[in-house]
């Protein structure tokens, strides 16, 4: 009986162009760089890490696929583009030799850019003696007129989130099949940000990644206004109510919600719960919870 082929670059590579072939992408690795078809205005860059952002104990391969990809078409629609293009590089353990492993990564990462109509233009291919490491890079073409910032809040305007929160965090909080599930059931708010980005009124926006409270102090903080929230009206599934009850803590810092948060001067044209309000500038006070000032809570690489 012969010996195995050897799994070395060309063959890790090789499985990898499959799986994104299987999965609606039509990737030309035969240079050293992509060639993106369409226009580019913004361009967003993320990383994820072992251990850090996931966790392989709990996480399947394919899960952390798609949550490579999420996270970077969220910034995208943060901003109020399409999603035109990914890249990524891998940097994969000395260990990582199964094909079957780099397939459901690939999987993962190619189903939801499929799914958002963004092509896979390549990526980079690494050894690290180190834990998982992906990172990617994403770009796309402006949705509407203008791209989305988060300085255009106005004092009077209504402040929305497109989706729950907390599911997120609580799979980290409280791990099961079921919480960590309801976690990685995140998608990027593409739809809604190009309605935002095509409206005619003025709206500040950014996607909730590190937490409702500190990101709700960085667009307030962006804008020179304050944004006074109300801790009941914050949306959470029934899952999380089951697991905490009223207890919202959790689902105003817990963080990789990935809604969107947004303030606008009337309703949008999509599912959306009002949360707050867009006031005069309170000094020391970017955000209110209830009527008092609340802390920055979120998460911090570096604190």
Known sequence: MSAPAPIDETVMIAAIAQALRD??????????????????????????????????AWDSDEQVGAQAAVQNLSDLAASGAGAAWLVWSLCLPTQWRDLDRLRALTTGFARVASAFGASVLGGNLTRTPGPLVVSVTAGGALAGPRALRRDAARTGQTVFVSGRLGDAALGVLRPSAETRAARHAWRPHMAEAAAL????????????????????????????????????????????AATLGADRRVALAGGEDYVLL??????????????????????GAPVLLDDAPAPALGWDHFS
């Open 23 to 56: 999965h609606g992408q039509a990737p030309d690795l035969s240079d050293d760089c992509g060639f993106p078809t369409t226009p580019t205005a913004l361009v967003t860059t993320d990383t994820l890490i072992e251990g850090v952002h996931f966790d392989c």
């Open 262 to 283: 947004f303030t606008a001067d009337s309703p949008p044209p999509f599912e959306a719960w009002a949360i707050g309000r867009v006031v005069e500038p309170i000094a």
């Open 197 to 240: 980005a095509q409206s005619s009124g003025a709206v500040a926006c950014m996607d909730i990644s590190d937490g409702l409270l500190l990101d709700a102090t960085r667009l307030a903080r962006a804008s020179g206004v304050t944004l006074a929230l109300e801790s009941a009206r914050v949306p959470v599934s029934a899952l999380f």
